[in-house]
Every structure is written in structure tokens, then in C-alpha cells.
């Protein structure tokens, strides 16, 4: 006893690891041989068993209504703080390297360089085979692509796939500035946004795609979307963006949204009133940008996905 627990106070400050289930086997017995023989511990353990029940029967406080506003805002303020830093400082680099180099992402990093390698590679071989000179000129672009442009793009592909969801939350902050020049990383924002486990990603995915809406393969992209989103903040947040684009194409995954039994019944409503202002007999408004952070609609926000994964 003496080696591990030398008096009743230490024994006693061990009480609520022992009832967490985080002591050794062998302070376990140390403590429980002492427990059964001193009265005042004995007394002791039953008020600390008491406060641990009680802590276990307090109440889990609903996410405030305004999580999805603060949420925008906290998104709008860490890209203003990204781009004030120094990206490319010797002690960053090491770290992204640290954080990223692991076994799955390395798999993902050589099938994606693997791709570019090969869509390099072809378009060196169609143009050398190419005369016309209609079609010499877009391969002339691919080959004129700079090694740093090429580094960057497989760059933020691969960190879209990250483990961290911070590191992904910040690829898309810098993806949303190169994708409407670059096929293949627009082509991984959306895979982001169908695919991504973290539902705070996803919703910054929303909101980068939002501001590229004039593009028809954006545009047809975050229709597709709809199938895919079981959120009801993803759910809610396409909903809206739809009839801000006046995207007619929507209405029929809308409607199939309409038929899931666990829909949450908020997002219920929303839809419903989504697809009455999207079939209305009138000409389609121009794009706008979306404004996620100054929606006003209230979410049941004790029923809506707010896990933030790390």
C-alpha cells in the first residue's frame, strides 16, 4: 500500500479515476484491499459516487440557432487569418509534411500524381500527333502548364483528403481561389461535398461552390449534391442556394429528399417551401452569389448534425 498510496488523502484523490476506469489493474486492487478495511474512505467513495451520477443525469444543452451563422463567421475570419500568414516558411513545411505524410494519404498522393502524370502525358502525345491548328492550340496550354501550377494543383487534391479536418477546412479555403481556372480541382471540391465525413467541410465546400454558380458544371454539380447529403445543415443549406439560383433541375431531387423517413421534420419544411417558389410559373432569376453568413431561416438545432471531427 505504501508504495503506490501512501495515506487516506491520496487514496481518496484517486476515487474518480477508479470509478472512470482509469487506474492500472494493480492500483485498482492496491486501492479496493485499502477501501475495504478504512471507514472514512469507505464514506468518501459513496459522495463521490454520488456526484458522478449526478454529473451523469445533467442535461446536454441544445446547440444555440445561431451555431450556423457563428459558424459562417468563424469560417470568414480563419480565411482572413490564412491568407495574412507566411504559407511557405520553412518550419510550415515541415509540418504540413509531418501531418500529412501517413499511409492512407500517401496512397492517395501517388494515384493522384500518377493521374496528372498520365493527363500530361497524353496531351504530349496527342499534340505531337495533332496537325490541324485548331487543335494544336488547347494542348499547347497543357504543356505551357507551369511545374509549380502542377505542384499546387496535386497539392490541394491531396490535402482535400487529409485526415485533419482542419487542414481540409483550410484546402478549401485555398481551392475556392484556383478551381474556376482548374477542372481537376473544381472536380475534387464537389467529390468534397458528397464524400467529406465532417459536416463544417462540406457546408465551406457549399459555400465556396456557391460563389462559382455561373459555372454550368457547378451549377449541375450541386444538383447531383442533393442525393448525397444526409445532414440536415447540408440539406437546409442546398435547399436555399437552389431557389437563390432559381435551379429548376432541383425539384425532382428535392422532392426524392422529400420521401427519406428519419427527414428531420425542419428540413421538411424547408424543402417543401423550396420546391413551391422553385415551380412557380415565372422566368428564372439570374445567379447570385449565396450569403451563408447572413441567413436568417432557424434550424430544430437539437435535431441538426453539428459534429465537428477533428
Known amino acids: 500500500m505504501e508504495a ?10 484517486e476515487l474518480m479515476s477508479w470509478l472512470a476506469g482509469e487506474l492500472p489493474e494493480t492500483d485498482k486492487q492496491i486501492l479496493a484491499a485499502h477501501l475495504a478495511q478504512c471507514p472514512d474512505c469507505q464514506h468518501e467513495l459513496e459522495g463521490v459516487q454520488q456526484l458522478w451520477t ?10 444555440s440557432e445561431e451555431l450556423r451563422p457563428n459558424f459562417y463567421a468563424m469560417l470568414a475570419e480563419f480565411k482572413a487569418e490564412e491568407q495574412q500568414r507566411q504559407r511557405w516558411s520553412v518550419a510550415g513545411l515541415l509540418e504540413r509534411l509531418r501531418q500529412w505524410w501517413q499511409p492512407a494519404f500517401a496512397q492517395r498522393l501517388a494515384y493522384s500524381l500518377v493521374l496528372v502524370l498520365a493527363g500530361l502525358g497524353i496531351g504530349y502525345g496527342l499534340r505531337g500527333h495533332e496537325t490541324s491548328a485548331g487543335a494544336e492550340e488547347p494542348l499547347a496550354q497543357v504543356s505551357t502548364e507551369s511545374p509549380a501550377s502542377t505542384a499546387r494543383q ?21 481551392a475556392e481561389a484556383v478551381a474556376p481556372t482548374n477542372e481537376r480541382v473544381l472536380a475534387a471540391l464537389l467529390s468534397t461535398l458528397n464524400q467529406d465525413p465532417n459536416v463544417n467541410v462540406r457546408l465551406a465546400t457549399l459555400d465556396a461552390l456557391g460563389s462559382m454558380a455561373d459555372d454550368p458544371t457547378v451549377r449541375q454539380g450541386l444538383v447531383r449534391s442533393l442525393t448525397y447529403q444526409e445532414s440536415p445543415l447540408v440539406q437546409s443549406a ?7 439560383l432559381q435551379e429548376r433541375r432541383s425539384v425532382r431531387p428535392l422532392r426524392k429528399l422529400l420521401q427519406q423517413d428519419n427527414l428531420n421534420e425542419q428540413v421538411k419544411t424547408k424543402i417543401e417551401q423550396s420546391i413551391q417558389s422553385l415551380s412557380h410559373d415565372r422566368a428564372p432569376a ?3 452569389t449565396p450569403s451563408n453568413s447572413n441567413e436568417t431561416t432557424h434550424y430544430n438545432s437539437a435535431t441538426l448534425d453539428t459534429s465537428v471531427a477533428a
Open 154 to 174: 496535386v497539392g490541394l487534391i491531396s490535402r482535400l483528403n487529409n485526415p485533419s479536418a482542419v487542414q481540409r477546412l483550410q484546402a478549401v479555403s485555398e
Open 54 to 63: 449526478a454529473m451523469g443525469n445533467l442535461p446536454v444543452p441544445a446547440p
Open 238 to 244: 442546398l435547399a436555399d442556394l437552389m431557389v437563390q
Open 286 to 288: 439570374a445567379p447570385s
Open 4 to 13: 503506490r498510496f501512501r495515506n487516506c488523502e491520496e487514496v481518496q484523490q
